[in-house]
Structures are given as C-alpha cells and as structure tokens.
C-alpha cells in the first residue's frame, strides 16, 4: 500500500512537502505519479517521476513551483510544493505504477496502487 502525508493549510506563496511512504513491495521497481482533485474537477496528473529516479514530468500548471524526489532506502517519495497557489487546493494522490523503471507519465490507469489522499488548503 501506498499512503501520503504532508498536507494542510497554507497561506499563497508557501511551501508544503507531501510524502508518499510505501509498504509491502520494494519502491525501486514503481513509477511514482501525483494526481489531485479539486473540488468539482476532475483528477489531474501533476508530476511522476521513473522507478530509477531519472526521469520526471510535470503538468504546465506547477512546472517550477512543483519538484518530485524519491528516497528509495526509505521506500518513500515526496512532491515539494513551493509557490502554492489557491488553485492549488485540491486533494492530492499518491500512486505507483509496477515495473516503471525508465518513464513515468500520467495516465491512470496504468498506476496499480493509490493512496487515499491528502487534502492540501492553499488560503489567506
């Protein structure tokens, strides 16, 4: 299972790191993908990064604001969010896709484990 943490409320132009920590399987081989949901929107790819680490993406929308890392001794990956905006709002999703060493990208269904997400508030 993956499970994300890191959210909350923040002020616009602040930073928040959500983390992704999985269980049970060895990260390494696992893509790794950021989606949200805002409220009446539909879910939206915002970065993944490849099993080695070598390759991200990013939507448009957070490209460098958003940075995603992966800690593989940890088994745990994290989205760094600086710049937030209160378009950013929204809940924030962690999942992995199998045997993705070399590319990631954001189509759903591809990924095979989600979290349950985390509710990040961007707010004055």
């Known amino acids: 299972q993956v499970v994300e943490s890191g959210g909350g409320l923040v002020q616009p132009g602040g930073s928040l790191r959500l983390s992704c920590a999985a269980s049970?399987?060895?990260?390494?081989?696992?893509?790794v993908g950021w989606f949200r949901q805002a409220p009446g929107k539909e879910r939206e790819g915002v970065s993944c990064?490849?099993?080695?680490?070598?390759?991200?993406n990013y939507a448009s929308s957070v490209k460098g604001r958003f940075t995603i890392l992966r800690d593989n001794a940890k088994n745990t990956a994290y989205l760094q969010m600086d710049s937030l905006e209160p378009e950013d709002t929204a809940v924030y999703f962690c999942?992995?896709?199998?045997?993705?060493?070399?590319?990631?990208?954001?189509?759903?269904?591809?990924?095979?484990?989600w979290g349950q997400g985390t509710q990040v508030a961007v707010s004055s």
């Open positions: 999942a992995v896709e199998r045997d993705r060493i070399k590319t990631c990208g954001f189509r759903e269904r591809d990924y095979d484990y």
């Open positions: 049970g399987f060895i990260l390494d081989y696992y893509a």
């Open positions: 990064i490849s099993g080695s680490g070598g390759v991200t």
